[in-house]
């Protein structure tokens, strides 16, 4: 996964930027987002927050910035047409307003570290056209955040051939991460933008499987040392977050997540069982066979996990981490199967 490198560059010699951020009661992180943007060196064009219906304060506090920095604004989401997903309608009212060469979607609860804009202007200014993606520093807090969340660059890392993301024109190569979104123009509306994609829980995905589609560049950058966020404020969130996005994400195939699940039972959990029943007959040959195994299966975990930015030490929960992965997808294929509906943030979601 190629990494962004930081260098200063002059906004005159550059292409223009817009920032584009659907919010929807983020009133807890928007505040903070636009703060880490507003902090940078080097500013976008424009910094456009869609205010998608919100019950509590988020269009006041992007208000207040826009009032000191005219280069902000806050534009009133319309009402949700039939056959939309929340965040991909957002998404596609915020590309409609916006007027730059590229469009940089993020979520609310994404934060810019110092020379994060200059950095990503250097990319997409080489790239010329396409889409950058990648996946954001991320910062957890409770149990349940520290086993699930780091695990979407463990399945990525494992099952992905990362070189092959920007090699490949097909689709099956594609991984991007909806928090943070670089995508020219020309390219999203020659795509068909979020409107042909506005049925799909996981949008980003399926933003990127079009851009490869389409015979654009496609590139999976490393970001984590300029770009965190945290995901979800707690353990329920956590378990509505992914539950909402498992089973689709895999196009609703009982098939493939059973047999993804199986395989990650046999290789990183039959493990640690097979070493606890060794200890307890003491069989010294097969305490070893079952030590390197696990030792295996937590090297890969340690070291996709120091790469993204975080410490090795949650690797050595790596059974705990895919059990609990277990039983939130199969939550995840009960809830789509039985056709019970997702929610999220309020909405509810077939």
């Not at 009661?25 to 060196?41: F, G, H, M, T, Y």
């Not at 099952?159 to 097909?170: A, D, E, G, R, T």
């Not at 996990?305 to 039983?327: C, K, Q, W, Y």
Request: net charge positive.
């Amino acid at each position: 996964m190629p990494a962004l490198e930081p260098e200063s560059i002059s906004p005159v010699e550059s292409i223009s930027l817009s920032i584009l951020i659907p919010a929807r009661n983020e009133e807890k992180r928007i505040e903070a987002c636009i703060q880490s943007i507003v902090d940078q060196r080097l500013s976008p064009k424009e910094l456009i927050v869609l205010d998608d219906h919100s019950t509590d304060q988020t269009k006041a506090m992007v208000e207040r910035y826009a009032q000191m920095y005219p280069w902000i604004r806050v534009q009133s989401g319309k009402q949700l047409p039939k056959g939309w997903l929340g965040k991909s309608y957002a998404c596609f009212q915020l590309a409609e307003e916006a007027s730059s060469d590229w469009l940089l979607f993020l979520d609310a609860d994404v934060r810019l570290k110092p020379g994060a804009i200059e950095t990503v202007y250097k990319q997409l200014c080489s790239q010329q056209t396409g889409m950058l993606s990648g996946f954001p520093e991320q910062r957890t807090g409770t149990v349940l955040e520290h086993l699930v969340v780091p695990m979407m660059m463990f399945t990525i890392g494992c099952h992905l051939p990362v070189k092959w993301i920007k090699k490949s024109k097909h689709p099956a190569f594609a991984a991007a991460h909806g928090g943070f979104i670089a995508i020219e123009k020309n390219c999203y509306l020659t795509i068909g933008g979020h409107e042909a994609i506005k049925e799909s829980l996981v949008d980003d995905m399926a933003l990127a499987r079009r851009v490869k589609q389409k015979g654009f560049p496609f590139t999976l950058a490393s970001i984590h040392r300029f770009v965190y966020m945290r995901m979800y404020d707690s353990g329920q969130e956590v378990w509505e977050g992914y539950r909402k996005n498992m089973f689709p994400g895999v196009n609703r195939n009982m098939a493939l997540l059973s047999i993804v699940f199986c395989l990650y039972t046999l290789l990183y959990v039959v493990p640690i069982v097979c070493l606890a029943i060794a200890l307890i007959h003491f069989d010294v040959m097969n305490i070893w066979f079952a030590l390197l195994c696990y030792g295996l299966g937590v090297s890969i975990k340690a070291v996709i996990d120091i790469e993204n930015g975080r410490t090795a030490v949650m690797a050595l929960f790596l059974p705990v981490s895919i059990m609990t992965l277990i039983a939130i997808g199969f939550a995840s294929m009960k809830t789509g199967l039985k056709k019970e509906g997702y929610v999220w943030k309020g909405r509810s979601y077939e």
